[in-house]
């Protein structure tokens, strides 16, 4: 299971984290990822990575402002976002795979998070 948590409203400039829990499985041989989804558009990785190594990807509008993390004994995978804007109003979602591989395409990942909404007003 997946729980995201750390959603809200914020003004453009402020910075939120958001956090997804992982129970149920070890996770060293999975990526983690994020992906988001605003008003009337795709769902777009944003974020992920690499639990073993921890390696990370980022998405080019994200890179610089927003940073992914974990924290092995609490099973949990954080996104950091500072400098926000309205452009990143979306339902941020948590999505882990088995393997290395970092993938756009969200049907590549099996397991899902509940949605957390992030509204960043002008």
């Known amino acids: 299971q997946l729980q995201a948590s750390g959603g809200g409203l914020v003004q453009a400039g402020d910075s939120l984290k958001l956090s997804c829990a992982v129970s149920g499985r070890a996770l060293s041989s999975y990526v983690i990822a994020w992906f988001r989804q605003g008003p009337g558009k795709e769902r777009e990785l944003v974020s992920a990575?690499?639990?073993?190594?921890?390696?990370?990807y980022y998405t080019d509008s994200v890179k610089g402002r927003f940073t992914i993390s974990r924290d092995n004994a609490r099973n949990t995978v954080f996104l950091q976002m500072n400098t926000l804007k309205p452009e990143d109003t979306a339902v941020y979602f948590c999505?882990?795979?088995?393997?290395?591989?970092?993938?756009?395409?969200?049907?590549?990942?099996?397991?899902w998070g509940q949605g957390t909404q992030v509204t960043v007003s002008s």
């Open positions: 990575i690499r639990w073993k190594h921890g390696n990370k």
């Open positions: 999505a882990a795979r088995e393997g290395s591989l970092f993938y756009n395409d969200h049907n590549r990942y099996v397991y």
